[in-house]
């Protein structure tokens, strides 16, 4: 196993990396730097292959959390590797346990044996200027990031590694949806998945009132579908489900208070998402994939410009092991 390498400067490292908001108060999402495509196709550079290829999550990001999901829900656990960063962000972005550090729930890098998340990147590209987000696919054999946006990388999962999955077969992207999906994938990413951070993350009044009604507007529609719908689409798991289960299941224990998305609960204003948020949770293996503890201690504890007390509240949310 190789030595560890030692953090390499960048902008993150001076405190940027907690300067959410653009100057106007306004939260803009990076676009993801690496985007290649894992593929059954022989020629491609990167061909799907069983061990070859290891993911890098955080227990409490909801955009990873939809890939260790795919992950588990096709039964990839011993096809791709995982490793899960500490729910801290520091200075110097994601980490890995320090030395004498035993934190449950964090899976050491047992492929390049990171300390912090950016030596992943440094590793890919030395010269990279973006930030360190998960999830990344890691690529053994070329010793590069493939990807690192999560859309992508469900995707990916959901169909280029069949040949070795327990549900092979099963797409949570079938042709017949596809439209529907998009669809649906576009407003809830934008009013829901995304508008709760451009809600929390706001550091004006006036770009934060807009996107809070965007957060419920967006609620208000999901919770009209799921009125006669067991899933978004129907009777099919979908990853239009899965995008938006990792919001909700987030929503009432750090959403609503810490991004100020104040206007109603899941718990107790949302009934139908309530029920459908249970019914996602008690599928075989998702339960194992949540992860409370690193949700809860990773957005209270780290975004110190909005809980500088680090206080963390004690509610977990609505109990989702219940039977509809």
């Known amino acids: 196993m190789a030595d560890r390498t030692e953090p390499k400067a960048a902008p993150d490292s001076t405190g940027k990396i907690f300067q959410w908001a653009s100057k ?3 939260f803009r999402r990076q676009v993801s730097s690496f985007r290649d495509f894992v593929s059954t196709e022989p020629d491609s550079p990167f061909v799907a292959e069983k061990g070859r290829y290891h993911l890098y999550v955080s227990w409490a990001c909801p955009w990873a959390h939809r890939t260790i999901i795919v992950r588990a829900l096709k039964g990839l656990q011993d096809v791709i590797g995982m490793s899960a960063v500490h729910y801290l962000l520091e200075d110097m972005g994601w980490r890995f346990d320090y030395d004498g550090e035993t934190t449950p729930g964090v ?3 047992s492929v390049n044996n990171a300390r912090y998340l950016r030596d992943i990147y440094f590793k890919a590209n030395p010269d990279y200027q973006g930030r360190f987000t998960v999830p990344v696919l890691w690529d053994k054999k070329t010793n590069t990031i493939v990807n690192n946006e999560s859309s992508e990388i469900i995707r990916m999962l959901n169909s280029a590694f069949d040949q070795w999955s327990s ?9 017949n949806l596809t439209k529907e999906i998009d669809e649906l994938n ?3 990413y934008d009013e829901v998945n995304n508008g709760v951070y451009k809600a929390g993350f706001a550091t004006t009044q006036e770009a934060y009132e807009p996107n809070y009604e965007k957060v419920f507007n967006g609620l208000n529609k999901v919770e009209k579908i799921l009125s006669d719908k067991k899933w978004l689409t129907g009777n099919t798991l979908t990853e239009a489900d899965i995008r938006l289960w990792t919001t909700v299941v987030r929503f009432d224990p750090v959403y609503h208070t810490h991004f100020k998305c104040t206007g109603g609960t899941i718990a107790h204003d949302y009934p139908n998402i309530l029920r ?5 949770y008690q599928l075989p293996k998702v339960a194992e994939t949540v992860n409370t503890e690193h949700i809860k201690k990773h957005y209270y504890m780290s975004h110190v410009q909005i809980n500088p007390t680090r206080v963390v509240p004690v509610w977990d949310g609505p109990d989702l092991s219940i039977k509809n």
């Open 24 to 26: 106007d108060g306004e």
């Open 107 to 109: 899976i050491a890098d």
């Open 167 to 175: 549900a092979p077969g099963v797409s949570y992207y079938p042709d």
């Open 186 to 188: 576009t407003w809830i």
């Open 276 to 280: 459908w948020a249970r019914d996602f």
